[in-house]
């Protein structure tokens, strides 16, 4: 698959307008195709027009700052997401679960799951036309404990991480 840079390369077009019929070659195969290009000169930048909109920052040299997300890199400038703002914006705008359906949703995850989960590698064996077969699996059925009712649904990333660095490596320990 060529990338953009060849694709513009092979054109040799430096603009493209509405209408233009492009033609490229490549790998022995010449394709055309004819451009349309739609332009709105009433829509804004995407971050203020469209839902999911957050505070993005102009284009700066700054360094990236906590709760921020790169959003675009030209090199020496980048432009941020701020989340933790737009995490702001949106308990004020009312976004979120409602008290009943948090309840609901912690109800849920505090009850114990079963999974099965593979004991070892599975039997294999050919079949018609070179297929493959699983012949037999060995399974374990494992309960996972539910979640603590009392514990808060959302919390800050760098709040616990070490509390979760140790529960993930317990986990990884549990499963060898």
Known sequence: MPNVASVANASKALYVTDGDVQTITFQGRTYRFRVNVQFDEHMGEPWKEHDGHGPVSAWTTRDKGPGEWVLANDGSHKRYYDAAEAN?????????????????????????????RV?????????????????????????????????????????????????????????K
């Open 88 to 116: 702001l914006l949106a308990k004020r705008d009312g976004w979120g679960l409602a008290d009943e359906e948090q309840a609901a949703l912690l109800d849920r995850l505090a009850k114990p799951r079963k999974v099965r």
């Open 119 to 175: 004991i070892g590698k599975p039997k294999r064996g050919h079949r018609f036309g070179g297929l493959m077969r699983v012949q037999q699996v060995k399974t374990e059925v494992v309960t996972l404990e539910g979640r603590d009712r009392t514990k808060a649904l959302t919390r800050v990333w760098r709040d616990n991480l070490d509390e979760r660095r140790a529960t993930i490596k317990l986990r990884m320990s549990r499963q």
